[in-house]
């Protein structure tokens, strides 16, 4: 048994659920309506249940949906220029050549890696994929630059995988950006 209550314009569901089943009954229910659920936590978090059981490419757009109106929010937060100059900053420091068309894919998914952060913990497959949607290459040859300027930083030699030298250099973007913020405050 549950409770349900509906107000007249602005949507508001309260569902208090008695039984196990009956909260498996009001969540399923709802995700086969919408095919999404969003809760706010006290933090003001918001946690997301997108239904895949049937179709996962609306699922994966659902979840596009989402990272794209959260990103919204980050990119309002941090002016795209500081961003680019931070990354910039970042990519010089671990001797990244800036002309290379490899160091180029590297700045389009770190600089997603941090906006979005929905690339965080792909597949390089994913990620040589995004760069060469954003570059308009093939997914060869985004993987052959990427390696060839990999191979010219200071990286090189370390046994690091591409994916973990992406997260370090999307985490040292994120610190030097909220640093940043700390020092206008």
Known sequence: ???????????TGVYVACTDRSLLDTINSMLSHKGI???SDAEGKFHYIVDGRSHSEKAMSRINEIVSTSAAVIESEVPDSLLESVLKAVLIFYDFELSLL????????????????DLYFCSMREL?????DVLELSY???ERDIRYC????SFFGMGLRTTMILRILADDVTDRLKETKKATI
């Open 1 to 11: 048994m549950y409770y349900k209550h509906r107000r007249r314009g602005n949507e």
């Open 128 to 132: 040589y994929t995004f760069a060469g």
């Open 140 to 142: 060869d040859q985004i």
């Open 37 to 39: 659920i969003g809760i």
């Open 150 to 153: 990999l191979r010219k930083s």
């Open 102 to 117: 490899g160091t180029c894919a590297i700045f389009e998914i770190v600089k997603r890696m941090v906006v979005y952060r």
